[in-house]
């Protein structure tokens, strides 16, 4: 049974008045289990930055309660707020390093500030630099790093106290894509070895897809969709989430084959051009094999694609099947059994 | 004559390097209450940022030589005379606190917000948060700030004559330009130009050499 370790309730967060009035949360509720990367997305000006501020208390919404780990944070002021805070960890798209320390003293800052013994602060510094791979950057200073190299030692920073969280705002969205993936790694890294908690805001569809285990979308300050990624992309319920679904999966259908299936139809072949797509473990089983053994119809493969969120395999498959019609009506049925998303993209059948 | 020179000298660097120290010792935490009070920094307090302000702007807008005579009282009463070089530092300090609450604020204010945002998040209290990560963030401002304030002092201590304060000024003024001698008007003001040059050029090198950004 999944332990809850971040939970919103009902949270409002309202920023100025008047006319320059904005509801930046409106009526959150959300619960971030233990040990998962929990991903919220949505477009600029949506909430993101404002939902994961409020987490940490650096914004105090108007009303809700916010509980991590059973404690409240909403209700905390002074010594017990910095307390909480230190076993959350945040990271930021800017990095916020101290421009006037090196790797090791901005490591080593978080430690100073909760009070560690020297000798203590100098061997966990050591193994936080060695964790992120920056042995041989310990005493370089922020300006002469790399915005990935800086993302480590923001990384670094955070986890110095052992937290239970991480809170990560857009902390690949200044970095390519090279060293986004990198970066991903490395919290995918840690979330496994630490069983840390991950929250994380992007704009970006293929951070979720790579690494989140639950996704949330967020629009004008409120969630819209909540659930498994791998349910997201299969089963996208608001337009907002198919929008971001797109930018990473190809979801158009090639027009020549558009054409294609037109052409096939005008010449009245009795063939179909039809649409598999799934999601899963399906992918391994051998479908198309018994389809063409167990219905004799012909196959033809005409366009594929393959592609993983997180590790489970998603993709769509555009083949042409022909023969009889009523053994193309059997095959048809034989897919949709196996629990596969059929489209047929010629003809009279409209596609979904 | 080399005897009233060096005598001057001393007398200018012994006023302007007391009253550089004093007016940091109270400009720089003023600058600090200045830039933490202000409305999304990390202690917001309107009023007190607003009263600070003033009290800062009027300081700023009375002329030196007015303060200079208008303080005597304050003056005696704290240093025991009005009068003589001591007696100068206390108007030199006092003319340069609110400027020097200026330059540090303008100083602080150039951090990055988001470096105090992460001390923040990291359960950093305020005192943490002004000496570990302000400071040290603005000191090549910090730096250039108080040399500025250092050659303002310069300048005012000229003034300082009117007090009997002494220093290369003065010594310019009673010497040079009331008794003709030309000479010696030259010397101090190849003096004071060296010393603001070299002032300058120390303060500059010193900030671009911790400079990190
Ligand atoms: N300090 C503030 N004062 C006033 N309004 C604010 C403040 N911070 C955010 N807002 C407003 O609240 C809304 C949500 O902002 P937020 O920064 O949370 O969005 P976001 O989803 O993080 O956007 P982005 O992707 O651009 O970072 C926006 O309309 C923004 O203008
Ligand atoms: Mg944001």
Known sequence: ?352 | MWNLLLKALWETLYMVGASLALSALFGVPLGIVLVITEPRHIRPAPLVHKLLSTIINIGRSLPFIILLVAIIPFTRWVVGTSIGTTGAIVPLTVSAIPFTARVVETALLEIDRGVIEAAQAMGATTGQIITKVMIPEAVPGLILGLTMVAVNLIGYSAMAGAVGGGGLGDLSIRYGYQRFRGDIMLLTVVILVAIVQGLQSCGSWLAARLNRR
Request: proline content about 4%; hydrophobic content about 40%; aromatic content about 4%.
């Open chain 1, 1 to 352: 049974m999944s332990q809850v370790m971040i939970e919103l309730a009902n949270v409002t967060k309202i920023y100025g008045q008047g006319e320059k009035r904005v509801v930046a949360l409106d009526n959150v509720s959300l619960k971030i289990n233990k040990g998962e990367i929990f991903g919220i997305i949505g477009l600029s000006g949506a909430g993101k930055s404002t939902l994961i501020r409020c987490i940490n208390k650096l914004e105090v919404p108007q009303s809700g309660t916010i509980t991590i780990a059973g404690q409240e944070i909403t209700k905390l002021k002074g010594k017990e707020l910095r307390e909480t805070r230190r076993k959350i960890g945040m990271i930021f798209q800017h990095f916020n390093l101290l421009s006037s320390r090196t790797v090791y003293g901005n490591i080593a800052f978080p430690l100073e500030i909760a009070g560690a013994k020297r000798s203590e602060l100098k061997e966990r510094v050591l193994s936080l630099i060695d964790l992120v791979g920056l042995s041989d950057k310990i005493s370089a200073y922020p300006a002469e790093l790399s915005g990935g190299q800086k993302q480590r030692v923001g990384i670094a920073r955070a986890l110095a106290n052992n937290p239970e969280v991480l809170l990560c705002d857009e902390a690949t969205s200044a970095l390519d894509p090279e060293t986004t993936k990198s970066i991903l790694g490395l919290l995918q890294d840690i979330n496994q070895r630490f069983n840390l908690t991950i929250v994380l805001i992007t704009h970006q569809m293929n951070v979720i897809k790579e690494i989140c285990d639950t996704v949330a979308v967020i629009e004008d300050g409120r969630i819209v969709e909540e659930g498994p990624v791998v349910e997201l992309f299969a089963r996208p319920r608001t337009p907002t989430a198919r929008r971001f679904m797109k930018s990473v999966l190809p979801t158009e259908i090639p027009a020549e084959i558009k054409e294609r299936a037109l052409r096939m139809d005008d010449r009245k072949r009795g063939g179909k051009t039809v649409r598999i797509s799934f999601i899963g473990d399906v992918a391994g089983e051998p479908v198309i094999s018994s389809l063409i053994r167990k219905f004799q119809v012909d196959v033809n493969i005409i366009h594929a694609n393959l592609d993983y969120i997180k590790n489970t395999p998603f993709g769509s498959l555009i083949i042409d099947l022909m023969g009889e019609s009523s053994k193309i009506e059997a095959a048809m049925e034989f897919l949709k059994d196996r629990g596969l998303k059929l489209e047929v993209l010629n003809g009279v059948e409209p596609t979904a």
